[in-house]
């Protein structure tokens, strides 16, 4: 894929939502650190139902810390592997009071050693609280990477890199949501909404469902 159809893929993309939001619920860099920690495995809605609880009675690394990890597994035990998360978060705020004043950093290289967070989760944290340019790749960007033809890889590291070599600079603080938001509801996995797409006679896949918007003639060359 060249430079100008990804540049015109992101330009539909950006005319569909100009500034997109995460859909998980937060008010503070803290706040989406612990969401995001518990969205692994898990979806953004039964995040918010037990963030909308927990947030009430504690929403800074000192008042989750004093929950204690029975406390704090009271408010998300609805969320898949909660126990091991309720451990990781309560380590998390140990270690964010003890060694950043209980602020959240704003280097992956600081997040990564926070427990319960990895490259994706720090990747999403430094995008969204901060502002970095970085792109978080899940399962729906890396489907829609690979299989639109925008930035093709064998895992997630790899797919990340090409996506931030070939974005245009112009669209890397959001590609991640609008990546993210295309694969949920347009580019699913099972059967993608070809016909509702906005960047259909752009995107690369073989596979494309009936009656796709703009799909183009194949007697015509990309």
């Not at 430079?3 to 989406?32: G, H, N, Q, V, W």
């Not at 430094?126 to 399962?139: E, G, K, R, S």
């Amino acid at each position: 894929m060249n430079t100008a159809k990804r540049t015109e893929i992101f330009k539909r993309l950006r005319a569909a939502s100009a500034t997109p939001r995460s859909e998980l619920e937060y008010a503070s860099a803290f706040e989406l650190l612990v969401a995001v920690i518990l969205s692994a495995q898990a979806t953004d809605k039964s995040v918010n139902l037990a963030t909308r609880e927990l947030y009430k009675v504690a929403n800074t690394p000192r008042q989750i810390l004093a929950l204690g990890v029975a406390g704090l597994e009271t408010y998300i035990k609805r969320i898949g592997l909660y126990r091991t998360k309720a451990k990781n978060i309560i380590a998390t705020c140990a270690r964010l009071l003890e060694h950043h004043e209980g602020h959240v950093p704003q280097t992956r290289e600081a997040l990564e050693q926070l427990p319960g967070v990895g490259r994706k989760t720090a990747n999403v944290v430094l995008n969204i609280a901060f502002a970095q340019p970085t792109i978080a790749v899940d399962t729906h960007i890396f489907r829609v990477s690979n299989r639109t033809g925008i930035a093709p890889g064998r895992d997630v590291l790899a797919v990340e890199q090409k996506l931030l070599k070939f974005v245009p600079d112009e669209f890397k603080l959001h590609a991640h949501h609008w990546l993210i938001l295309h694969g949920r509801y347009i580019c699913k996995a099972r059967k993608p909404e070809c016909p509702a797409c906005p960047i259909a006679n752009l995107c690369e896949f073989r596979g494309k469902t009936r009656g796709a918007a703009n799909m183009p003639d194949k007697k015509k060359p990309d």
